[in-house]
T-cell receptor, first 114, second 112 residues
Framework: DVKVTQSSRYLVKRTGEKVFLECVQDMDHENMFWYRQDPGLGLRLIYFSYDVKMKEKGDIPEGYSVSREKKERFSLILESASTNQTSMYLC?????????????FGQGTRLTVV | AQSVTQLGSHVSVSEGALVLLRCNYSSSVPPYLFWYVQYPNQGLQLLLKYTSAATLVKGINGFEAEFKKSETSFHLTKPSAHMSDAAEYFCARRDSSYKLIFGSGTRLLVRP
């Protein structure tokens, strides 16, 4: 089974802190994604990566950056955390160039910024 | 913009009743469509997916969905709800790119 692992289930950070959310997948997938989930808004794409060191902005990239130095790891960085970034963050991965294959999700990280 | 619309943020049914969760998409080309389920404090799990092989798609846990091009719909159904079906359900689509676009979700409540 594909496994996508997010390093933390729950995080509490202070306003202004630099925050790192880590995600690792074990299926050698080229594509990796970071989504943010908020009630009533569904999942919104922050960033995605289709290869090592390659990234593209999603729908809501402001206040975030990403890093993909190795194929299996995709990190989401909050440069200076703010209270409006309190949310559930979901990482996902999928094989490349096959739109009929699903994405596989991690368990999520619930981040609270105080 | 291409999008996915889920009608009803909350749906409540009695145990044993039919479950119907609605999803409509906008697209100029046939899309790849997915239904995911999310149990409390969990990630998303795939229920089923449409890939153009058949219009009626069967998934896990007794769920199925029918692709209707004329109605641009991909509604999720289950003949008889179980208490364990209580969760949030997301419809999603992927087009020529590899990004998944999600609807806003529908929370299913099952009454005893």
């Amino acid at each position: 089974d594909v496994k996508v692992t997010q390093s933390s289930r729950y995080l509490v950070k202070r306003t202004g802190e630099k925050v790192f959310l880590e995600c690792v997948q074990d299926m050698d997938h080229e594509n990796m994604f970071w989504y943010r989930q908020d009630p009533g808004l569904g999942l919104r794409l922050i960033y995605f990566s289709y290869d090592v060191k390659m990234k593209e902005k999603g729908d809501i990239p402001e206040g975030y950056s990403v890093s993909r130095e190795k194929k299996e790891r995709f990190s989401l960085i909050l440069e200076s955390a703010s209270t409006n970034q309190t949310s559930m963050y979901l990482c996902a991965s999928s094989p490349p160039d096959r739109p009929n294959t699903e994405a596989f999700f991690g368990q999520g990280t619930r981040l609270t910024v105080v | 913009a291409q999008s996915v619309t889920q009608l009803g943020s909350h749906v409540s049914v009695s145990e044993g009743a039919l479950v119907l969760l609605r999803c409509n998409y906008s697209s100029s080309v046939p899309p790849y469509l997915f239904w995911y389920v999310q149990y409390p404090n969990q990630g998303l799990q795939l229920l089923l997916k449409y890939t153009s092989a058949a219009t009626l798609v069967k998934g896990i846990n007794g769920f199925e969905a029918e692709f209707k091009k004329s109605e641009t719909s991909f509604h999720l159904t289950k003949p008889s709800a179980h208490m364990s079906d209580a969760a949030e359900y997301f419809c999603a689509r992927r087009d020529s790119s590899y990004k998944l676009i999600f609807g806003s979700g529908t929370r299913l409540l099952v009454r005893p």
